[in-house]
Nanobody
C-alpha cells in the first residue's frame, strides 16, 4: 500500500523560504506523476506544482511560478517543493499526491489516488 508522508511545513515571515518534503513508500516516485496541492480554510484544494514521470517536466500554478520549484530525488524516493519569496496568500495546508500517469501532470485533485496527510505552511505578514 502506498504511503506519502509530508514534512517541512512551519511558520515563516513574508519573503522567507521553506522546503517541503514528500517521502514515498509503496510506490516509486519516478514512475508516477507527482504533485503538490494546497488548501486554505474555506477554499478548494488547488494544484500548486507537478512533476511528470516521463522526462521530468514541471508545471506550476501561475501565482507560484518563479518562486516555487518541484523536484525529486529518486535515490531517496522523495519529492520536494522549494518555496521562496513566500507571501501571506501562500498560507495553507500543503498535500503531496501521486498519480499513475506516464505523460503530463493532471491538475484536478480527483485524478490522484494517493495523498499524504498534509503539512501546514503559515506565512506571517
Amino acid at each position: 500500500q502506498a504511503q506519502l508522508v509530508e514534512s517541512g511545513g512551519g511558520l515563516v515571515q513574508t519573503g522567507g523560504s521553506l522546503r517541503l518534503s514528500c517521502a514515498a513508500s509503496g510506490l516509486t516516485v519516478s514512475n508516477y506523476a507527482m504533485a503538490w496541492f494546497r488548501q486554505a480554510p474555506g477554499k478548494e484544494r488547488e494544484f500548486v506544482a507537478g512533476l511528470s514521470a516521463s522526462g521530468g517536466g514541471t508545471f506550476y500554478l501561475d501565482s507560484v511560478k518563479g518562486r516555487f520549484t518541484i523536484s525529486r530525488d529518486n535515490a531517496k524516493n522523495t519529492v520536494y517543493l522549494q518555496m521562496n519569496s513566500l507571501k501571506p496568500e501562500d498560507t495553507a495546508t500543503y498535500y503531496c499526491a501521486a498519480g499513475m500517469y506516464g505523460i503530463g501532470v493532471p491538475r484536478g485533485k480527483s485524478a490522484y489516488a494517493d495523498w499524504g496527510q498534509g503539512t501546514q505552511v503559515t506565512v506571517s505578514s
